[in-house]
């Protein structure tokens, strides 16, 4: 089916490991993005990519790689997990058809670092 | 950096009350979306106000843009329990395609 998929859905930690999550989107749409979600934040911007090979930063990239070699694909790397890692980590893609263009979410990845 | 604050964080009403979620900013945007999200998945648009002044209605939801596109409200009249969930103010702003999100509005309407 056509759409965003994120995994894992569910992943427990522990504070100086590596985790990478994953994004997948069927849309071939250019723009992703990854959010993470805390209470009394909404969502904040980790980083963005407007194309493959083509990422930027946003608000909060301290701790966060990603890499983009394919349109459909944009992995988030926790290079040394750290506790105020611990969040609710989101995907989303954009078409490249103008302003204003809604962003199409997944349905997130709970990461839980002790 | 462009921001978007949302009111109020918490919000716990009865059935069949109305409600307005502001979202204020002292920067210009593009255009504003509004999104909703229930447990367990992500957000999902609702609507996009892109002229200042307008005006969209969605069912019982109404969605304003201010005039000079610095604000935005969503007035939900007569609540039902089916609109509870996390309502999200995002606005796109001098960045092509970058959205700012609100803090977010937890709505739980109560039989």
Known sequence: DAGITQSPRYKITETGRQVTLMCHQTWSHSYMFWYRQDLGHGLRLIYYSAAADITDKGEVPDGYVVSRSKTENFPLTLESATRSQTSVYFCASTPDEGRDQPQHFGDGTRLSIL | TQLLEQSPQFLSIQEGENLTVY?????????????????????????????????????????????????????????????????????????????????????????
């Open chain 2, 23 to 111: 979202c204020n900013s002292s920067s210009v945007f593009s255009s504003l979306q509004w999104y909703r999200q229930e447990p367990g998945e992500g957000p999902v648009l609702l609507v996009t106000v892109v002229t200042g002044g307008e005006v969209k209605k969605l069912k019982r939801l109404t969605f304003q843009f201010g005039d000079a596109r610095k604000d935005s409200s969503l007035h939900i009249t007569a609540a039902q329990p089916g609109d509870t969930g996390l309502y999200l103010c995002a606005g796109e702003g001098t960045s092509y395609g970058k959205l700012t999100f609100g803090q977010g509005t937890i709505l739980t309407v109560h039989p």
